[in-house]
Nanobody, 125 residues
Framework: QVQLVESGGGLVQAGGSLRLSCTAS????????TGWFRQAPGKEREFVAA????????VFADSVKGRFTISRASAGNAVYLQMNSLKPEDSAVYYC??????????????????WGQGTQVTVSS
């Protein structure tokens, strides 16, 4: 069984930055494609970014392109979401998700088997 844990959320002013981390326990997820999703109150969960297991392929939602980056730790199984130029509309609970069967990073939440509990990101105007 894989447990994913997100960290790094918090309160930041518009224009600021945060780095979210996703770490796994129970089994290594180094070979798992990993994605980040977010859900704001009253809204559907939406895709943010994803990275292949090798780290050489990434995909982003249009709303975060040019502001967010996703990367893998060089050692261990952490995946990071660097969020720059944050906007109030980026406020949400951010979830990481991982799956061992994905070859390429996916925007589809249904393709990920393992999910974390989420970390709150609040961007004040």
């Amino acid at each position: 069984q894989v447990q994913l844990v997100e960290s790094g959320g918090g309160l930041v002013q518009a224009g600021g930055s945060l780095r979210l981390s996703c770490t796994a326990s129970g089994r290594t997820t180094r070979n798992y494609a990993t994605g980040w999703f977010r859900q704001a109150p009253g809204k559907e969960r939406e895709f943010v970014a994803a990275i292949s297991w090798s780290g050489d392929s990434t995909v982003f939602a249009d709303s975060v392109k040019g502001r967010f980056t996703i990367s893998r730790a060089s050692a261990g199984n952490a995946v990071y979401l660097q969020m720059n130029s944050l906007k109030p509309e980026d406020s949400a609970v951010y979830y990481c998700a991982a799956d061992p069967s994905l070859v390429a990073p996916s925007k589809e939440s249904g393709e990920y088997d393992y999910w974390g509990q989420g970390t709150q990101v609040t961007v004040s105007s």
